[in-house]
T-cell receptor, first 111, second 114 residues
Framework: GDSVTQMEGPVTLSEEAFLTINCTYTATGYPSLFWYVQYPGEGLQLLLKATKADDKGSNKGFEATYRKETTSFHLEKGSVQVSDSAVYFC??????????FGAGTTVTVRA | DSGVTQTPKHLITATGQRVTLRCSPRSGDLSVYWYQQSLDQGLQFLIQ???????AKGNILERFSAQQFPDLHSELNLSSLELGDSALYFCASSENSGSRDEQFFGPGTRLTVL
């Protein structure tokens, strides 16, 4: 079935460091791809999305590009802040509309 | 604030009991989704309703059921509860039912089964 694999955490960084979280997917067709973020004690929020190959999603300094050839959707941010500490989920959606999530990556940014 | 509300925020109950979780979608959203987040299974899709009708089913146990009412709010019923049902249950809503539609998540209901 359709699935998402993302790098395991936890990831600990210093402020202003570069962040990358790898995400690859397996799907029978061409899914829409998403990154969601979950701050401590809160629900999930959509961070960015891409709905077709070569699309780049971006928001709050985060970016991810839909790469069909490598079935990947890696999340990057050039300079993280303490407020970026959260759990990040990669997800895909096919024609059945449900979101299939990766296991989540916990990111901690130290001042 | 996503605009999706869930009640109650916390629920503590005993094995064998039945509980009902409630979700109100964002104004104008027709689709409601239920997800379960647990330490061992991660985030898993349970079920989707669109405008009152069941649209898709995921890894939902037979002991669990859901419905969406004419005012579009939804309830998830969990019965014969087991310790393993302890989890965070999220409701999400979207405007329609397309794979490109953004789903907006509520804050979740934390269920603890003792």
């Amino acid at each position: 079935g359709d699935s998402v694999t993302q790098m395991e955490g936890p990831v600990t960084l210093s402020e202003e460091a570069f962040l990358t979280i790898n995400c690859t997917y397996t799907a029978t067709g061409y899914p829409s791809l998403f990154w969601y973020v979950q701050y401590p004690g809160e629900g999930l929020q959509l961070l960015l999305k891409a709905t077709k190959a070569d699309d780049k999603g971006s928001n709050k300094g985060f970016e991810a590009t839909y790469r069909k050839e490598t079935t990947s959707f890696h999340l990057e941010k050039g300079s993280v802040q303490v407020s970026d500490s959260a759990v990040y989920f990669c997800a895909l959606s096919m024609n059945d509309y449900k979101l299939s999530f990766g296991a989540g990556t916990t990111v901690t940014v130290r001042a | 604030d996503s605009g999706v509300t869930q009640t109650p925020k916390h629920l503590i109950t005993a094995t064998g009991q039945r509980v009902t979780l409630r979700c109100s979608p964002r104004s104008g959203d027709l689709s409601v989704y239920w997800y379960q987040q647990s330490l061992d299974q991660g985030l898993q899709f349970l079920i989707q309703y669109y405008n009152g009708e069941e649209r898709a089913k995921g890894n939902i146990l037979e002991r669990f059921s859901a419905q969406q009412f004419p005012d579009l709010h939804s309830e998830l019923n969990l019965s014969s509860l087991e310790l393993g049902d302890s989890a965070l249950y999220f409701c999400a809503s979207s405007e329609n039912s397309g794979s490109r539609d953004e789903q907006f998540f509520g804050p979740g209901t934390r269920l603890t089964v003792l």
